[in-house]
């Protein structure tokens, strides 16, 4: 059986490989786990999507490279994953069909509430992690791993 802690290493493993332009975003969704057991899996898996839809396979280093926002989201996220820490953060489905069909529908004002009362909920510019002090217990160790941050961006 699988650990949370091994399904996090992998998660931050895959993730860094992404992000580093290693693999491609079909090779992403094969490697990376989900678990019922650890949901800032899932959390982190749809950000990913969210950030770059899975219409077709590309690579970070593709013209189809993160937004910035998304960007450092997912080095948090990184550095998260190497934390022993729980996930905090109540339920959001970043990526799910019922906020893309009220898009669509033009209630993009729901979904942005349902967003801006999830952010709410704690620090959200250290997101996934939920407090500052925890980031910045984690985030030193990790810094040498992580990418350079990417020109180019939006």
Do not use: C
Not at 110 to 129: H, I
């Amino acid at each position: 059986m699988v650990t949370k802690y091994a399904s996090r290493e992998l998660a931050a493993t895959t993730l860094i490989d992404f992000l580093n332009g290693k693999i491609n975003s079909e090779v992403f969704q094969e490697r990376f786990p989900l678990s019922l057991q650890d949901p800032v899996l899932q959390a982190v898996a749809d950000l990913v999507w969210y950030g770059f839809p899975d219409f077709y396979t590309h690579k970070l280093s593709d013209k189809s490279e993160a937004p910035s926002e998304v960007e450092q989201l997912l080095k948090r996220a990184h550095v998260f994953l190497h934390s022993d820490l729980a996930y905090e953060w109540p339920r959001y489905r970043f990526a799910s069909l019922r906020n893309l069909v009220l898009r669509l529908l033009g209630l993009y004002s729901l979904v942005r509430g349902e967003f801006e009362e999830f952010k709410a909920a704690g620090e959200w510019d250290v997101w996934p992690f939920f407090r500052r002090v925890d980031y910045e217990r984690f985030a030193i160790r990790d810094e040498a791993e992580l990418p350079a941050p990417s020109s180019g961006h939006n």
